[in-house]
C-alpha cells in the first residue's frame, strides 16, 4: 500500500472534477504524491510568522516579515539562521537541510532564498527557489 499524506492546504470542491478531458481529484485531504506533501509543508514552515499557530508559538520562520525589511550582509544571515533552525526543528525529521543562500538583488529588488535539502527517505537532492 502506497503512503498517503495529509494535502496542504485543503481543497474544496467535488471528489472528481474534469480538467483538460481528464478526471482528477479534488475536495479531498489526502495526496499520494510525497514529494508535493514535502513541499507543502516546508512553504508552510517557512511563511508562518512565529506565534502564529496557538498551539505551536515557536512553529515557523516568518520569511513574508523579511520582504520588506533592508536587507544587510547581517540581516541575510539573520534571515539564513532563522530558516535554518525553524525547516530544522519544524521538519526536520523528513529532510537534510545541505545549504542555504539568502541573497538580495539589488537591480530587482528581490529576496532571493535557495535551499538546497535531500529527503531522508530516499536521500534524493531537492532544490527550492522562493523570490520575494
Given at each position: 500500500m502506497a503512503n498517503?499524506?495529509i ?7 467535488p471528489a472528481?472534477a474534469?480538467s ?7 475536495g479531498i485531504t489526502?495526496?499520494l504524491?510525497?514529494?508535493?506533501h ?7 514552515v ?6 502564529e499557530?496557538?498551539?505551536?508559538p515557536r ?9 520588506f525589511?533592508?536587507?544587510s ?5 539573520a534571515?539564513e539562521?532563522?530558516?535554518?533552525e525553524?525547516?530544522s ?8 537541510l545541505?545549504?542555504?543562500l539568502v ?12 535551499i538546497?535539502y535531500l529527503r531522508?527517505?530516499d536521500?534524493s ?5 522562493i523570490?520575494?
Amino acid at each position: 500500500m502506497a503512503n498517503r499524506y495529509i494535502a496542504s492546504p485543503f481543497a474544496l470542491g467535488p471528489a472528481l472534477a474534469l480538467s483538460g478531458g481528464e478526471a482528477r481529484r479534488e475536495g479531498i485531504t489526502e495526496t499520494l504524491d510525497a514529494d508535493q506533501h514535502l513541499y507543502d509543508k516546508i512553504i508552510a514552515v517557512l511563511f508562518t510568522i512565529p506565534g502564529e499557530r496557538v498551539n505551536r508559538p515557536r512553529f515557523g520562520a516568518g520569511l513574508n516579515r523579511s520582504a520588506f525589511d533592508n536587507i544587510s550582509p547581517l540581516a541575510s544571515s539573520a534571515i539564513e539562521y532563522r530558516i535554518r533552525e525553524s525547516l530544522s526543528r519544524d521538519v526536520g525529521e523528513e529532510i537534510i537541510l545541505e545549504d542555504i543562500l539568502v541573497k538580495f538583488d539589488d537591480a530587482d529588488g528581490v529576496l532571493v532564498v535557495l535551499i538546497d535539502y535531500l529527503r531522508r527517505e530516499d536521500r534524493s537532492p531537492n532544490r527550492l527557489e522562493i523570490v520575494i
